[in-house]
């Protein structure tokens, strides 16, 4: 654990270099200002698929960016070598994106939300959601070298994950297919932060999350173990 602990507090360091941690927060003041200057206008469905956009979108590119930099420095050809384990790579960088992605999903939310907010549901939302697409940024970025690349991986991971959202901002009816997707389970926790939800629903988010980010980090470890460590 403490060699998990020095990674953590190593990756943090990454974002400030990188200047990751400053896109973050030149992104989350430009929620704060949208929220303020356009509050009358944002329903709270908008207000909440931007908040939960930030730990998932940003998770998504930003681990990207964090991998990207690291290979061009020739880091990941020397972190074979050493004897840090996969499991304690892949979780240091989930948990600092996770951590980055709290205080500022927190601040969008205490401005843009015009309701009473569950924290305790917000904070299970922004970390689950966060881990879960940051484990899957890991899977698409571990096969490309380049910006570019990755680029191109991004939609084609996104896209589908996004297709729940039209249920949530009223363009389609919420269908039964969406509760197979991961981001309707990240929504439901996210309404739960705002209004009182179901318990099933609650109990199928949860779970549901678990189990995609147990899936989703055993496809990461075996991209890691494939492109990276052989």
């Not at 990207?64 to 290979?71: C, D, I, M, S, Y």
């Not at 997707?181 to 179901?198: D, G, R, Y």
């Not at 980010?213 to 890691?224: C, S």
Request: charged share 10%; glycine share 4%.
């Amino acid at each position: 654990m403490k060699k998990l602990r020095r990674m953590i507090v190593w990756d943090l360091k990454l974002l400030v270099r990188y200047q990751i941690l400053t896109i973050a927060v030149v992104v989350t003041i430009g929620y704060v200002v949208l929220f303020k200057g356009a509050k009358s206008y944002l329903s709270e469905s908008v207000v909440t698929m931007l908040i939960f956009s930030d730990p998932a979108m940003l998770g998504f590119m930003f681990i990207g960016a964090l991998v990207l930099f690291e290979k061009s420095a020739q880091t990941l050809s020397a972190i074979t070598v050493t004897p840090l384990r996969t499991w304690q790579y892949l979780w240091s960088k989930v948990l600092a994106l996770t951590l980055l992605a709290l205080p500022c999903s927190m601040v969008m939310a205490g401005v843009g939300l015009q309701t009473f907010v569950y924290w305790h549901w917000l904070l299970l939302a922004v970390v689950l959601s966060s881990v879960l697409y940051t484990l899957l940024g890991f899977v698409g970025v571990l096969r490309v070298n380049t910006l570019n690349q990755y680029l191109i991986v991004i939609p084609l991971f996104m896209a589908p994950l996004c297709v729940p959202l039209l249920g949530w901002l009223g363009i389609t009816k919420e269908y039964f297919a969406y509760y197979l997707i991961p981001t309707q389970a990240s929504l439901i926790l996210f309404k739960a932060s705002m209004s009182k939800v179901e318990a099933w629903e609650l109990v199928y988010a949860i779970m549901y999350l678990g189990i995609c980010i147990a899936l989703t980090y055993r496809l990461a470890e075996n991209a890691f173990i494939k492109h990276i460590r052989t």
